[in-house]
């Protein structure tokens, strides 16, 4: 009897089989379960974990379906007061779910919930359709958008720890392979021992290949320490515009779409900000709620960037209605990488798509983020542009200190530092003196007029 299928094989957007029409995108059933039992609180902060409503939780798993091409014919919320360890879902509802594939003809199931390898081999019987969990349609995403190779590396990592627990088949694939030769071989190992095996072998070569990449990436953060610009990350949830704000700070022309997970490998660029200060801006994966801990696992070298950034840009969505539910993910994520987001000194909290509320919201909200114990947060719209040029001056205050007023006076054998002064301070007034010197006037940050000040001394002393 011919074997299945990988139970992982792709679900992504379009039929693209040898010798098959395109039969468009894959139609899909969408299933958000809530469960009615609490989410546990914060045990560091002592404070309830904040619950995201039913409809943007289906509203969000829509968009990570659309994200890879499905077409959702059907969505629906289900309360579950009483998860079934064999179906997670009651069999009234499982039923339901299976007349409306029947009838939709849905290639595809995706539940909006961690499901158990049981759960989901029961499930694909029951609704005679393939079942992808949260955590699988968000590998599959990731593995959609990958363009480097770690990116592409880190993704295969996290999709074989995935499948190490889901490798469940029918019956015949899991009959014994014959040991040696004739009668004399022993049983030998099952079909599934033998997946498990080679899969643990490729999870070791590629956590091999990927200490290499890690190893690469910090020569590369050591030679940028050796020249020493300070490192700005931007992080937030998945959608909230990071792309789009990298893009005009830098000039890029980085992916930014509104969809979700537009933007999944890294990607640094220098910046020079108003008064000369350079920087290197890193925009990264969006982040979402209940990442996979594997998947975090898998992309610690690319988080890295993060982890070591002198500034994070705590950037968030706040016309979205669940905005701050989303920013108590990003802030339990950042916690696990070591990045406490609370501290004023090195997080910005930036509010981005203020274009998108009118003044009155816009002023209410403000006023209910006013604390006098922290920095007020940033308002800003990466589109349009307002509120760029705050942003850019409290990343340069944040680098580089205040903004402090001095004059100098530039002798002619020193006119080498004029053009620096320009590119390095904003200019006030300039006085071309009789005897060929030049006195100016300008506006710098500490340590422009620190590096001004040795400057002149070099060439004074020279």
Known sequence: ?????????????????????????????????????????????????????????????????????????????????????????????????????????????????????????NLEKELNAKVLDRTGLILEIFGERARTKEGTLQVELAHLNYQKGRLVRSWTHLERQRGGAGFLGGPGETQIESDRRQLQEKIIKLKHELETVRRTRDLHRAKRKKVPFPVVAIVGYTNAGKSTLFNRLTGADVLAEDMLFATLDPTLRRVRLPHGTPIILSDTVGFISDLPTHLIAAFRATLEEVVEADLVIHLRDISDPDTAAQAEDVERILADLGVDAGDTKRVIEVWNKIDQLDEGNRNRLLADSADGNKAPPIAISAITGEGIDALKAIIETRMSGELESLTVTIEPAQFGLVDWLYRNGDVVSRTDNEDGSVTISLQATQIAREEIESRLLRKNNG
Do not use: C, W, Y
């Not at 409503?53 to 798993?61: K, N, Q």
């Open 1 to 121: 009897m011919a074997r299945e299928k990988d139970a992982d094989r792709s679900v992504r957007g379009k039929s693209a089989q040898p010798g098959t029409e395109d039969k468009g995108p894959t139609r899909a059933v969408v299933v958000v379960p809530v469960l009615t039992r609490q989410p546990r609180g914060d045990d560091e902060k002592n404070r309830p974990r904040l619950t995201r409503s039913a409809d943007a939780r289906r509203d969000e798993a829509v968009g990570l379906a659309r994200a890879i091409n499905l077409d959702p014919i059907h969505t629906a919320v289900v309360t579950v007061n009483d998860p079934r360890p064999a179906t997670l879902l009651g069999s009234g509802k499982v039923a339901e779910f299976a007349e409306i594939v029947k009838e939709g003809h849905a290639e595809l199931v995706i539940v909006d919930h961690p499901l158990t390898p049981v759960q989901q081999r």
